[in-house]
């Protein structure tokens, strides 16, 4: 992916932030490899009640919000239904907030070029609900990048975004789930996240770090 993204590379104009926690480890790659400043944004699904790998939408940082809209109908959701799960879903953005950033601002973005990393495109709600939150900070280009999505997701996203990387597009139907395109998808935890945005992770450490601003 990085190869895919060199244009970018040792640039002070770009930042990479990726979308914890399955975007961190990818992110930490691509900001290695361009030698790029390195951040989370964090953005939580909104699963549909009884189902919630589902999602009926997402939440970001700086309170936008992306609905699947055919979802919610097919499902017949509730509003009542919809604003339960985004309360509890706000608590937990909030607290992985804290966690991962403390008290530090999310790094400036304003008139830069934004690489925005995850580590798969399914339904492409949260990185809908991204890319709305990160155009309200007035970047000069935001570009999506992710390792595998489907098709119809990239297209989407496409419309929203000035450029969009995927490595591995695929029909939805032959998609199934972004886990089974990985040898290890185990869950990061948030200690891991902190650790590659401060540039130490254990299994992974390098003499050749990124730039990183996170745990500075």
């Known amino acids: 992916m990085a190869r895919r993204l060199a244009e970018y590379a ?33 953005v939580r699904k909104l699963g549909t ?23 919610v ?56 609900a991204a890319v709305a939150a990160l155009l309200a900070r007035q970047p000069a280009q935001i570009v999506v990048a992710a390792p595998v999505a489907a098709a119809t997701t990239c297209e989407m996203i496409e419309g929203l975004a000035e450029k969009v990387v995927c490595l591995c597009d695929q029909e939805p139907d032959s998609l199934f789930a972004i886990g089974l395109w990985y040898d290890d998808f185990t869950q990061l935890t948030d200690q891991e996240v902190r650790e590659l945005l401060g540039g130490q992770p254990r299994a992974r ?12």
């Not at 009640?49 to 979802?71: F, K, Q, T, Y």
């Not at 919809?82 to 008139?111: C, H």
């Not at 450490?205 to 601003?213: D, H, Q």
Request: charged fraction near 30%; glycine fraction near 10%.
């Open 205 to 216: 450490a390098s003499s050749r770090e990124p730039s990183l601003i996170a745990g500075r």
């Open 73 to 128: 109908r097919y499902l017949n959701i509730s509003d009542e239904a919809i604003e339960a799960v985004a309360e509890r879903e706000q608590q937990e953005l909030n607290r992985r907030e804290r966690a991962y950033r403390g008290t530090r601002p999310l790094l400036d973005v304003a008139g830069r070029t934004v690489i925005l990393v995850d580590d798969g495109l399914a339904t492409g709600a949260t990185m809908r």
């Open 10 to 42: 040792n640039r002070e104009d770009v930042i990479v932030l990726a979308l914890p926690r399955g975007g961190v480890p990818v992110g930490y790659e691509v900001a290695r490899a361009l030698r790029a400043p390195l951040d989370v944004f964090v």
């Open 49 to 71: 009640p009884g189902n919630e790998e589902l999602a009926m939408g997402a939440i970001a940082s700086g309170g936008a919000r992306a609905m699947n809209e055919d979802v």
